[in-house]
């Protein structure tokens, strides 16, 4: 059998939904080794009808606990489940505790779920290098739904919202999680959120922040697109009936309890109101061309790379020793993207001399 061949086999498997196949090449696009380019190739045209839904939160919030839930009601609807936990990595070590597989353990045995444990191995944004790739392997294998739980986010770390179809963004009062949640670039990526642990005190109150704020950044973001007159577009919105506003989405929020699985199902219904929407205004297919570009653009920069390695080899390597150096990074990087491009030597040395 010769190699290409192997290679159709093994993605016969994987889109046939074999958990051995989804398992190894869910390790080789993460690992980066080959034949993994060639594998996400092959599945692409299989891509594209799992929702993904994205969990996030700061730490402590139980977005594990959660997603544990939101798989239990989706397997009560008989759709196939997989999850995606990203674990941050040790800048110490380089390891992951992967903890989030113990909090799921009840659906170890269920063979409609798959759970994948992924490291962020350094990556910031709150997931993986290679979440994207999982999700298309996954998604090529048949899954319904793959729920994708981020690391737990600070203000920047908001990948999740670029790469998921309906992002919940968990808080739970009491650890602060109301002031950051309102923070503008958690504000802007929540699709639902969600008050975790809402038999706490002051769970009413994070509602109710969370909803002032979700009415104060609707009006200000008509304030700027009306430019000049953004006082009269906000009074309109404000003014406005129900039916008027039903091509806007205004993030609902749902209070929960998920060691209880209280809430659970209405926030998932919520979700799926989201999903129709989305739908319904074709801003789904917005979403999706947007994710499908920025793919083309990690792919570019990841293969421009790999290619700069192999061609400049030990110029590069001179390059990185000389800005350790102390050396201007600036001047350097330029020469060596002039090496790339043109053929010049990458940092004024002449290699003839050396033959």
């Known amino acids: 059998m010769t190699t290409s061949e192997a290679i159709d086999r093994f993605v016969e498997d994987v889109v ?3 958990a051995r196949a989804v398992a190894r090449a869910m390790r080789l696009v993460d690992d980066r080794r080959e034949p993994y380019f060639e594998v996400l190739k092959k599945l692409h045209e299989h891509t594209g009808k799992a929702w993904v839904l994205g969990v996030t939160g700061t730490p402590g919030a139980g977005k594990s606990t959660l997603v544990g839930r939101l798989v239990g009601e989706l397997r009560a609807r008989d759709l196939k489940v997989a999850v995606v936990a990203v674990d941050p990595t040790s800048p110490f070590t380089g390891g992951a505790i992967l903890g989030d597989r113990i909090r799921m ?3 170890f045995l269920d063979e409609g779920v798959f ?3 992924l490291a962020t191995r350094g990556n910031l944004g709150g997931l993986s290098r290679s979440s994207g790739d999982v999700i298309r392997v996954l998604d090529a294998a048949g899954f319904d739904v793959i729920v994708v739980e981020t690391v737990g986010v600070g203000q920047d770390e908001l990948e999740i919202a670029q790469m998921a ?6 808080v739970a009062p009491g650890l602060g999680d109301d ?3 309102i923070k503008a670039g958690i504000l802007e990526i929540a699709d639902v959120f969600c008050v975790n642990k809402a038999d706490r005190d002051g769970a009413d109150s994070a509602v109710a922040d969370l909803e002032q ?8 973001r008509a304030a700027q697109k009306a430019g000049p007159h953004g006082h009269s577009a906000a009074m309109a919105i404000l003014r406005a009936k129900p039916e008027e506003k039903a091509g806007s989405w205004s993030p609902p929020v749902v209070k929960t309890i998920a060691a209880e699985g209280r809430g659970v199902a209405d926030l998932l219904a919520r979700c799926e109101a989201h999903r129709a929407h989305l739908e319904v205004t074709g801003e789904g297919e917005l979403r999706r061309a947007a994710r499908r570009v920025r793919e083309l653009r990690a792919v570019y920069q990841e293969m421009l790379w ?6 400049l080899g030990e110029r590069l390597t001179r ?3 000389a800005v350790r150096g102390g050396e201007d990074p600036y001047a350097k990087a330029a020469a060596l993207v002039e090496a790339l491009f043109e053929g010049a030597p990458a940092d004024g040395h002449d290699e003839r001399k050396d033959r």
């Open 16 to 18: 046939a939904g074999k």
């Open 105 to 107: 353990q009840q659906h």
């Open 115 to 117: 759970i994948r444990s």
């Open 165 to 170: 179809d309906t992002t919940i963004v968990v």
């Open 179 to 181: 002031v950051q949640a």
């Open 213 to 220: 704020m979700i009415g104060m950044g609707a009006l200000m």
């Open 306 to 311: 790999a290619e700069a390695e192999r061609r």
């Open 319 to 321: 390059a990185e020793d």
